[in-house]
C-alpha cells in the first residue's frame, strides 16, 4: 500500500529545545561527532489506491494547513514511498 | 442584566471548572460549552480554558483549532465578541489564527509552575479595560509550552500597535520573546496569554501577597472588564 511520507522540521532560526536537550546528552556521554541535534516530526500517510496528483496535492495542503504551523515550523518534503 | 460567558470544555481540558467559577465570582453566568457542539448559546462572551486538548498531540491546542465549535468561535469573534484564551486556550486561538504568533516548548525543557509577576501593557482590550495601565499584577502560570514567537516584523507590529497586552515581569519563565506573555488582536476583542487569571479570583485560593497567604486576587478584573465590555455593547 503506498504511504505518503511528509517531514516536518521546526524553523532553522527557531531555538529547538528538545534538540538542544540531546546534543546536552551526546556531550555528556563524549559523543563528539555532531555540532548540532534538531528534532523534527515524519508523518506517514497511508493511501488505499493509487497515488493520484490530486491525492499528492491533498498531502501538500494538509501538510502545510494541519500538519504544520508555518509560524514555527517548515515542511521538509512530501513524498511517496511504496 | 445578566452577562452569559460560555467556557468551551475539550477533552483534555483542566481548568474548564475554574474558569467557570471565576465567571460567577465576578458576577457573570457562566454557562458549558462542549467542543463537539456547533451551538454557542447565545453567550454574550467566550473563555477558551487552559489544560491539554487531546493530549498536545501534533501541537499544543492544534487538534482543538479544529474542533467543530471552533467554527462558531471565530464567527462569533469576527463580529467582536470577547473571547479570551487561557494557557492551552491561548494555544488555540494561535492555532486557529485568531492571534498572530506560535507557542513552542519552554526554553528550558521544563514544566514550569509559579506565581508570575505581569505588566498589563494595554488596557483598550475587553479582557483589560479594569487594570490600571502599566499595572502590576501576579496570577499563576503552568505550562510546558509556552515560549511565545513570532517573526521579528510581527514582533515590531504587536509593539507599535499597541497589541502586547501582558509582559512577564522578574523572570521570563518560558523564553518568550521580547517577555510577552499575553496579546490581543487589533479589535480588542481577542486577547489570549499564558498565565491564568481564572485562579486568582477568590482570597484563600490564589497567589500570596504581601497582606495574607493565597489572598492574590488579581485575575478578578479580566472577568469584570469583559462584562463591562459586554454591558457597553449592549448599551
Redo the contacts between chains.
Keep these: 500500500m503506498p504511504t505518503i511520507v511528509v517531514d516536518v522540521m521546526?524553523k532553522a532560526e527557531?531555538?529547538d529545545?528538545?534538540g538542544?536537550?540531546v546534543a546536552g546528552a551526546f556531550t555528556r556521554l563524549g559523543v563528539s561527532a555532531f555540532s548540532g541535534v534538531r528534532i523534527g516530526k515524519r508523518f506517514e500517510l497511508t493511501v488505499d489506491g493509487e497515488v493520484t496528483d490530486e491525492v499528492l496535492a491533498t498531502a501538500r495542503q494538509v501538510a502545510d494547513e494541519?500538519?504544520s504551523?508555518s509560524?514555527?515550523e517548515d515542511v521538509v518534503s512530501v513524498e511517496v514511498v511504496e | 442584566m445578566t452577562v452569559r460567558i460560555g467556557v468551551i470544555t475539550f477533552p483534555g481540558s483542566l481548568d474548564d471548572g475554574d474558569a467557570q467559577r471565576a465567571v460567577r465570582i465576578a458576577g457573570a453566568e457562566p454557562v458549558a460549552l462542549w467542543h463537539g457542539s456547533h451551538d454557542l448559546e447565545g453567550v454574550d462572551a467566550l473563555v477558551l480554558p487552559g489544560g491539554f486538548s487531546y493530549g498536545d498531540y501534533l501541537r499544543a491546542g492544534a487538534i482543538a483549532a479544529l474542533a467543530p465549535i471552533m467554527s462558531e468561535v471565530k464567527d462569533a469573534a469576527a463580529k467582536g465578541m470577547p473571547v479570551l484564551g487561557i494557557c492551552n486556550g491561548f494555544q488555540m486561538l494561535v492555532e486557529a489564527h485568531l492571534l498572530p504568533g506560535g507557542l513552542i516548548r519552554n526554553a528550558h525543557q521544563q514544566f514550569i509552575r509559579r506565581d508570575q509577576r505581569l505588566r498589563v501593557e494595554s488596557t483598550s482590550t475587553a479582557w483589560t479595560s479594569d487594570f490600571e495601565s502599566g499595572q502590576e499584577i501576579v496570577i499563576p502560570l503552568k505550562n510546558a509550552d509556552g515560549g511565545y514567537i513570532a517573526s521579528e516584523s510581527e514582533l515590531d507590529r504587536l509593539e507599535g500597535e499597541g497589541l502586547v497586552a501582558f509582559r512577564y515581569l522578574g523572570v521570563n519563565p518560558n523564553g518568550s520573546l521580547r517577555d510577552i506573555a499575553g496579546i490581543a488582536n487589533e479589535r480588542g476583542n481577542v486577547v489570549g496569554l499564558m498565565p491564568h487569571p481564572e485562579h486568582a479570583t477568590e482570597p484563600g485560593f490564589g497567589p500570596d501577597t504581601s497582606a495574607a497567604m493565597r489572598s492574590g486576587v488579581d485575575g478578578v478584573p479580566f472577568f469584570t472588564s469583559a462584562i463591562s465590555a459586554v454591558v457597553a455593547a449592549a448599551a
Design positions: 521546526p527557531l531555538l529545545p528538545q538542544k536537550a494541519i500538519l504551523n509560524v514555527i
